[in-house]
């Protein structure tokens, strides 16, 4: 039973090039959630994502980022024309209800460097 | 609005020394509380919880947190550490009505021999 796949584990992109961010959710769970992880801070969550639904964006930049997670085919967060300070650690988290007082399952995370 | 607090952000000990994480929370509505511990260049791994009943949780690992109502406390313990607990450790609380988990900042325990 594979867990949460996000991949690529590393990208590197060019100021102004486009990143994009897969996360596959375990088998069985509807709910994706996306956290961004900045060098010596906590996690700060950025968008909640059910089958071709978002759910609570209230934590996504408001330009340049945006999630979707359709009907077929992992979750993409999608950053354009990156700049410097996108650079951090984006993590996929998944669970199987809308509830989230069971947790979360996270994936390992794709670390992002803007050069 | 809810939210996480973790007073320091790194505990260095010595191997086989006991340790104490704290974790602070703040919220009006009765929440559900996670501590998450993240390896180096992995990602989090939930550690334990506390939803309901006892207020003493433990882990598989020896670690356990205590829920303090009165305090609006979670801090993490363990009796006796050991050099493989090396990692960041986050603190984190949801609640029934919300859709999300919110995270504190984070502990780093170093383990030193």
């Known amino acids: 039973n594979a867990g949460v796949m996000q991949n690529p584990r590393h990208l590197v992109r060019r100021r102004g090039q486009e990143a994009r961010l897969r996360c596959s959710p375990m088998k069985g769970h509807s709910h994706v959630y996306w956290y961004r992880q900045l060098p010596e801070e906590g996690l700060k969550f950025m968008v909640y994502l059910q089958k071709e639904n978002i759910i609570d964006e209230s934590g996504m930049p408001k330009e340049r980022f945006s999630a979707e997670f359709p009907k077929e085919g992992p979750s993409i967060l999608r950053i354009q024309q990156v700049v410097r300070g996108d650079s951090a650690a984006y993590f996929c988290a998944s669970s199987p209800r809308e509830s989230a007082n069971y947790g979360y399952t996270f994936g390992s995370g794709t670390r992002l460097t803007v050069v | 609005a809810q939210s996480v607090t973790q007073l320091d952000s790194q505990v260095p000990v010595f191997e086989e020394a006991p340790v104490e994480l704290r974790c602070n929370y703040s919220?009006?509505?009765?929440?559900?509380l996670f501590w998450y511990v993240q390896y180096p260049n992995q990602g989090l791994q939930l550690l334990l919880k506390?939803?309901?009943?006892?207020?003493l949780v433990e882990s598989i690992n020896g670690f356990e947190a205590e829920f303090n109502k009165s305090q609006t406390s979670f801090h993490l313990r363990k009796p006796s550490v050991h050099i493989s607990d090396t990692a960041e450790y986050f603190c984190?609380?949801?609640?029934?009505?919300?859709?999300?988990?919110?995270f504190g900042s984070g502990t780093r325990l170093s383990i030193r021999p």
């Open positions: 506390y939803l309901s009943g006892s207020t």
């Open positions: 984190a609380l949801t609640s029934s009505s919300a859709s999300k988990i919110i």
């Open positions: 919220s009006s509505v009765s929440v559900y």
